[in-house]
C-alpha cells in the first residue's frame, strides 16, 4: 500500500510539472530560449609587416648592425629593404658603383613600379664623388627615384629606421605649428635670430613691453636685459636695424640692363655729372634754331663749347677729388 500510495503521488507530481510546462508562455519571452553567446571576430591585420624586411642579397652588411630600434628579417623581396607598404629601398656604394655601374640600373628595372616610394640609399665612401652623384641624380629624375646620400653605416640604418617608424605618421606630424596668439606670433619674431631663444624672448617682452620699444632700444639699453649678453644684442641689432635684401635683387637685376652701354671715365665719381652735361649739350643742339647756326662760324662755336665744357669738366674732377 505504501508502494502504492508513493507511486501515486509520484505520478501526481509528475503531472503537476507536466502542467507547469505546458503553460503559454507571455508573449515575446521564450522559457526555454538558449543564451546565444558571441562570435568572436577577428581583428583586421595591419596592411604591412611590423619589422623591416631586408632582402637575402643584404646579408653581411654593416648597416644590419645598427638597426636596433625596430626588428628586421630576411624576406624575398625585389628590393634591398622594404620599410612601407608602398616604400622600399635600394642600397648602393659608390665604390661598388664605381666597378659596376651597370648594377644600379639592373636593380631598377626588377622594380617595375611596384612601391610609390623608390629611395636609393646612397653610402658616400669614395673622394671623389661629384660626377658619379651627378649622373645618379639625372637618373635618379628619370625614373622616378628618391636620393639619399649617407656617409657611415649608422646614418643609412637611421634612416631606414625613420621611414619605418613614419609609416602611419600623420602629415600633421611634420607640418610646423601656426602660432595661435599674438605673444606666440612675437616670440617667433623675436626667437628668428639663432642665438635668441624663447626665455630670452619672454626677458626682452617683459622689460620693453611692446616690440616697438624692443626694435628702438639702443645696445647699451639692451645689454641690461637678463641673458642678454653682447652677442644677443649685436644680433638682435643686426636683425632689426638691417636693409632688406630686396634693395640688393634690384640692383643686381638693373645691373645687365645696363651692360649695354658704353664705358664710363675712370673718375667714377664724377660719373652722374658727365653724363647730365653731356645731356644737356645734346639736348641745346637738338634744338637750337636752324637760322642760329647758320648765322655763326660753323667751327669756331663748337671748339669754344668743347674747350668750355672740358674745362667744367676739369673743374668738377679738382673738386670732387
Not at 591585420?45 to 626588428?71: C, D, E, Y
Not at 632688406?244 to 660719373?271: C, G
Not at 645731356?279 to 634744338?287: C, G, K
Request: aromatic share 6%; net charge neutral; with cysteine.
Amino acid at each position: 500500500m505504501d508502494n502504492r500510495s508513493r507511486g501515486d503521488s509520484g505520478s501526481g507530481m509528475e503531472d503537476g510539472a507536466n502542467a507547469q510546462s505546458s503553460t503559454p508562455a507571455t508573449p515575446g519571452f521564450s522559457v526555454r530560449s538558449k543564451v546565444e553567446q558571441p562570435k568572436p571576430q577577428a581583428l583586421p591585420n595591419r596592411p604591412g609587416p611590423s619589422a623591416i624586411l631586408v632582402s637575402t642579397r643584404q646579408k653581411g652588411n654593416p648597416i644590419l648592425n645598427h638597426i636596433k630600434l625596430l626588428p628586421w628579417e630576411y624576406a624575398d623581396i625585389p628590393a634591398d629593404y622594404v620599410i612601407g607598404t608602398t616604400t622600399c629601398a635600394l642600397f648602393l656604394s659608390l665604390k661598388y658603383h664605381r666597378l659596376h655601374p651597370e648594377y644600379i640600373y639592373s636593380r631598377v628595372r626588377l622594380l617595375a613600379g611596384k612601391y610609390n616610394l623608390r629611395i636609393v640609399l646612397v653610402m658616400v665612401d669614395i673622394p671623389n664623388h661629384e660626377d658619379v652623384l651627378r649622373e645618379l641624380s639625372k637618373t635618379s629624375i628619370i625614373n622616378n627615384l628618391t636620393l639619399f646620400l649617407c656617409w657611415s653605416a649608422p646614418e643609412a640604418a637611421h634612416y631606414l629606421e625613420l621611414f619605418k617608424s613614419s609609416e602611419y605618421a600623420q602629415p600633421t606630424a611634420i607640418r610646423t605649428q601656426q602660432a595661435q596668439s599674438y605673444k606666440e606670433s612675437l616670440v617667433e619674431f623675436v626667437t628668428t635670430p639663432r642665438t635668441i631663444n624663447k626665455s630670452d624672448a619672454a626677458s626682452l617682452i617683459s622689460t620693453f613691453g611692446t616690440l616697438q620699444n624692443a626694435v628702438n632700444a639702443q645696445p647699451e639699453v639692451l645689454s641690461a636685459v637678463p641673458g642678454w649678453g653682447e652677442k644677443k644684442v649685436q644680433q638682435w641689432c643686426n636683425a632689426v636695424r638691417e636693409d632688406f635684401r630686396v634693395e640688393t635683387a634690384k640692383k643686381a637685376t638693373a645691373a645687365p640692363k645696363n651692360q649695354n652701354r658704353a664705358p664710363r671715365p675712370q673718375h667714377a665719381d664724377m660719373d652722374e655729372d658727365e653724363e647730365v652735361l653731356r645731356a644737356v649739350l645734346e639736348e641745346s643742339r637738338r634744338t637750337a634754331p636752324a637760322a642760329a647756326i647758320d648765322s655763326t662760324n660753323e667751327e669756331q662755336p663748337s671748339e669754344e663749347m668743347s674747350e668750355g665744357i672740358m674745362a667744367a669738366l676739369a673743374k668738377l674732377r679738382d673738386t670732387g677729388g
